[in-house]
Structures are given as C-alpha cells and as structure tokens.
C-alpha cells in the first residue's frame, strides 16, 4: 500500500483528511502549537481505512500507520476538554471540521472522542497529512454506536 501524502487548501479537502484521520490515535505530547511559526502539528497513529475496506471480505489483517498532520497559517489554538498536562493521554480523533469566516479564513476544529476538541482560527486552510513509514497491524477495527445493529440507529 503506498504512502499517503494529501494537501487541504478548501473544505472539501479537508473533508478527505477528515475520513483519513476517523479514529487516528495520538497521545497529548505528540501535539504542538507553534504560535511564531503560525504552525499547529500531530503525530498520529491512523486506522487505515482504505485497507480496512479491502480487507472486509478476506482474511486480511487491519492496518495503523504513523502519520503527521500540519496545519500552517494559524492564528490561534483554543482547547477544550483536553488536559494538556497529561502528556500520556491517548485521544481518539473522530473528525476535522471547517467554520467559514471572513474568506478564506475560518476555524478548523479536530474533534475527539469523549467530547475533547481543538479550534484552530486560520487565515486559510492549508494542511498536509503525511505518513512517515511505521506500518503495524491490528486485529482491532474501530467501531461506532451507529455501526451496531443492536443500538438501534
């Protein structure tokens, strides 16, 4: 499977980073706000949905990949429900969102299970998801309330 390297510079962009990064694992430290540089960055482990979508019918086991996420062209990082002291917390990202304001800025929210989130205003989007090489499988595959029958959804 080849490396991913995507850029964001609109919305829907971002939308394809978005389901790329669904149930990314990263710990508090791998995350940092360069306020100078105007730079928000992460370091991920992403579950490879591509893989996971090819694997469903096989016996193919699932697939995270070490991955680093940047945003450039950002003003300010708001943080809510994230304890930023635990730097050995383990968030789980669910989706990148984009709030429109004053074109072509706007805000960018990553949004974490458990209700934690990250608002990022940007004078624009531009954003880069790069896998960086570390390839591991898992026998786990993320799931979601909506995705169990039972649930009732």
């Given at each position: 499977m080849q490396e991913l390297k995507l850029v964001a510079l609109d919305a829907e962009d971002l939308a394809?980073?978005?389901a790329h990064l669904q149930d990314a694992v990263l710990r508090v430290a791998d995350m940092t706000y360069q306020r100078r540089a105007k730079r928000f960055a992460a370091i991920a482990n992403r579950f490879d949905w591509e893989?996971?979508?090819k694997a469903a019918g096989g016996k193919q086991a699932f697939m995270r990949r070490?991955?680093?996420l940047r945003f450039e062209r950002v003003?300010?990082?708001?943080i809510s429900d994230i304890d930023l002291d635990d730097k050995d917390a383990v968030l789980?990202?669910?989706?990148?969102q984009f709030e429109p304001a004053t074109a072509p800025?706007?805000?960018v929210t990553l949004l974490f299970s458990g209700g934690g989130a990250i608002r990022l205003e940007v004078e624009c989007i531009e954003a880069e998801l790069r896998d960086l090489g570390a390839v591991w499988t898992t026998d786990r595959r993320p799931?979601?309330?909506e995705d169990d029958p039972a649930s009732g959804r």
């Open positions: 394809v980073l978005s893989c996971a979508a070490r991955s680093g003003l300010d990082a708001k789980s990202l669910l989706a990148l800025g706007g805000y799931g979601h309330v």
